[in-house]
């Protein structure tokens, strides 16, 4: 029996694991905080259950679904990352103790274990096909799941479902005894699907952490459903105290927890800027833990110091956009031009940010002598994108936007998403918020289309990396007296 087959004859089953008020709810924005957390939390445990059941399905493959098998393998590494960094930036813990529907699922995969192989890859078929549609179903999904949307309906992933559903045929005509098994797998996998859907529906409050309310734990950042391009500067509800419902089982959030947030990455198949940024980690973190960002995430960092990189900011921002602008005219197609527009106007309504902190903070912008760390930077940009091929312009300009996004979510997620009477709320707003990291993710989308894993692109990426890191360090050295 084929795939198409199974679900054909399973019309109402196969309905029911991939439709449920669950999604509608993603699609609307209603679902309740608590179903979302639920089901984040219990998917993230059922992910962990599945990498296992597929590294022994590996084991013992045909070497013809070698490849799709241990392509997902990577991917589903880099997935459990993505549920990390998600929860992180939500404030939410991912430590709660397994749901029975979620260690049902998990006893059902350990008993494939046993079964021949076409019928472990018909239910992983199974289960990754109702992904794709459920989450198809939900789509374009409100902003504050847009990115869990995307994640389940990219092109690679349906193209990694139709390996999978590949190799499934190709099993099941091998070893036709199996059918009536596969069959069996399949239903199951349908009925777990669906209560799993029912399961973060119902859920009762979950775990959630003593400072964080439930009506803010959806949104990564401030801001986020506004809609109105910058952020405000009006201070967060206070929020008041959740006790855990009951006790954590199993350790405390892992140190890595803190690490960079991927780029929104084809778990199926990692593109170009988020193999790149990955790469970068340490300069990555090495900017967060600078002494100048750290002292502006606590709000402890002199008004001479900034207002001394607000202006050198201003200077580099102006050489961005101009970079953006060159970009835009080497644009082979109508689709890169206007990706490329929006960034300027994107850069451009920064620099308008800047320009009310120089009125705010009396900073004479015209007056502006660019310093060494700017001028190199500058020099790089405005270089590459004269000279450069397009993937390279694209690796030159990603860091600033990746890393700013990284720097600006991760200090406001320290803060527990609280700003109030913080003195740099504004910036860490701007960068944290959703519009930003939408610029950010066009940027790479950019770069994913144009370049292509050359020295050279290395190079410029790593390159922008450490005079970020270099940026920085010139903002804190400077003498605070002498302010631009
Ligand atoms: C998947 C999932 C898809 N994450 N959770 C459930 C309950 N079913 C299917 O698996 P993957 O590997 O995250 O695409």
Redesign the pocket.
Same mark, same amino acid.
């Given at each position: 029996m084929e795939t198409e087959h199974l679900i054909a004859s399973h019309l109402a089953e196969w309905h029911a694991a991939t439709r449920h008020p669950f999604l509608d709810a993603v699609r609307d924005g209603t679902l309740p905080p608590d179903a979302f957390h639920t089901w984040l939390v219990?998917?993230y445990r059922?992910?962990g259950d599945?990498l296992r059941f597929q590294a022994r399905l590996l084991a013992r493959a045909p070497r013809r679904a070698q490849p799709v098998l241990a392509g997902?393998l990577v991917?589903?590494v880099s997935?459990l990352g993505w549920f990390e960094s998600q929860a992180q930036q939500r404030g939410l813990r991912l430590d709660a103790p397994a749901h029975p529907v979620a260690a049902a699922?998990g006893e059902l995969l350990a008993r494939l274990e046993h079964q021949p192989f076409a019928v472990g890859i018909t239910a992983l078929w199974a !289960? @990754?096909r109702?992904?794709l549609e459920a989450w198809q179903h939900a789509a374009p999904g409100a902003p504050a799941f847009r990115p869990f949307v995307e994640h389940?309906t990219v092109p690679e992933?349906a193209a990694y479902v139709a390996g999978l559903a590949d190799a499934a045929n190709e099993a099941l005509a091998a070893a036709e005894d199996a059918g009536g098994l596969a069959e069996q797998a399949f239903l199951e996998v349908t009925r !777990? @699907?669906r209560d799993?859907w029912q399961m973060a529906w119902e859920a009762a409050p979950p775990a959630l952490p003593a400072t964080t309310a439930a009506s803010e734990v959806l949104a990564p950042a401030p801001g986020l459903t506004s809609g109105s391009g910058r952020p405000g500067t009006q201070a967060g509800p206070a929020a008041p105290g959740v006790m855990p419902p009951e006790p954590f089982a199993g350790t405390a959030p892992a140190p890595e927890l803190a690490m960079g947030r991927p780029p929104p990455a084809h778990?199926?198949q990692m593109g170009l800027a988020a193999r790149l940024w990955l790469a970068e980690q340490e300069l990555a973190q090495q900017a967060l833990e600078h002494p100048f960002v750290r002292a502006l995430g606590e709000g402890t960092l002199d008004r001479e110091r900034f207002k001394r990189y607000i202006a050198q900011d201003a200077f580099f921002l102006e050489a961005f956009a101009r970079a953006y602008a060159l970009a835009l005219a080497r644009s082979a197609d109508r689709e890169g031009m206007a990706a490329f527009f929006e960034l300027l106007k994107g850069a451009l309504d920064e620099l308008d940010l800047h320009r009310g902190y120089a009125q705010q903070w009396q900073i004479d912008l015209a007056a502006v002598e660019p310093a060494q760390a700017t001028l190199a930077y500058t020099d790089f940009l405005l270089a590459t994108a004269a000279l450069g091929s397009l993937g390279e312009v694209c690796a030159a300009m990603v860091p600033c936007m990746r890393l700013y996004a990284f720097l600006g979510q991760s200090l406001l997620a320290a803060r527990g998403d609280r700003l109030e009477r913080h003195p740099y709320a504004e910036w860490i707003r701007t960068y944290s918020s959703q519009e930003f990291e939408g610029l950010a993710e066009r940027l790479e989308a950019l770069l994913d289309r144009y370049a292509h894993d050359t020295p050279p692109v290395r190079g410029a990426y790593h390159r922008a990396m450490r005079l970020e890191v270099a940026f920085f360090e010139a903002a804190f050295a400077a003498p605070a007296e002498t302010t631009g």
């Open positions: 219990q998917d059922f992910v599945l997902g991917a589903l997935e699922y !289960l @990754e109702a992904y389940w992933f !777990l @699907e799993f778990r199926h």
